[in-house]
T-cell receptor, first 113, second 114 residues
């Protein structure tokens, strides 16, 4: 069925280290979105990837969409304490209810100063 | 970006009472809104899709008689938790999809049922 798997569930890094979270779907996605949720807050949209093999950058964040449109990753270079939070990927499938997103379980990032 | 508001942000109620949560898109019209439930340190669980002018579409396992959804206008959807019980305590988040297909989340409502 339509399901988005995300790993790892938790990641603890020292400030300055890199961080990557991965999402995978067994079926082809029409697009994938990434969200960040700070502790006690709500998910905030970061980016949407639509094209096969697409790579987008936002400062220290690099987002990739696989060639087969079944996997995606978020990479943060040189983490900072402000990067703390849970990062969710959310996929949209062709034929699904318009706008219906399938969320990964999230990766909770902790950054030690 | 677009703004979605939710009211109330926090509510504490007695077991057996009903609680209404409002979700509003403030600067765009949303024909579709979504209601999620999130348990501590867990992912968002889609409860239902709220469609303006028609019945909501509920996910499997979500009781539609318990979680009443009304999407009366293009900017307002409401979720009513009827006869709330302690196990209904959770963080409820709505989202709305804008015409550019981005989805914006409300700030959430933390419900505590005593």
């Amino acid at each position: 069925g339509q399901q988005v798997m995300q790993i790892p569930q938790y990641q603890h890094v020292q400030e300055g280290e890199d961080f990557t979270t991965y999402c995978n779907s067994s079926t082809t996605l029409s697009n994938i979105q990434w969200y960040k949720q700070r502790p006690g807050g709500h998910p905030v949209f970061l980016i949407q990837l639509v094209k096969s093999g697409e790579v987008k950058k936002q400062k220290r964040l690099t987002f990739q969409f696989g060639e087969a449109k079944k996997n995606s990753s978020l990479h943060i270079t040189a983490t900072q304490t402000t990067d703390v939070g849970t990062y969710f990927c959310a996929g949209h499938y062709r034929g699904s209810t318009l706008g219906r997103l399938y969320f990964g379980r999230g990766t909770q990032l902790t950054v030690w100063p | 970006g677009a703004v979605v508001s939710q009211h109330p942000s926090r509510v504490i109620c007695k077991s057996g009472t009903s609680v209404k949560i409002e979700c509003r898109s403030l600067d765009f019209q949303a024909t579709t809104m979504f209601w999620y439930r999130q348990f501590p340190k867990k992912s968002l669980m889609l409860m239902a899709t709220s469609n303006e002018g028609s019945k909501a579409t509920y996910e499997q396992g979500v009781e539609k008689d318990k979680f009443l959804i009304n999407h009366a206008s293009l900017t307002l959807s409401t979720l009513t938790v009827t006869s709330a019980h302690p196990e209904d305590s959770s963080f409820y988040i709505c989202s709305a999809r804008d015409p550019l297909h981005e989805q914006f989340f409300g700030p959430g409502t933390r419900l505590t049922v005593l």
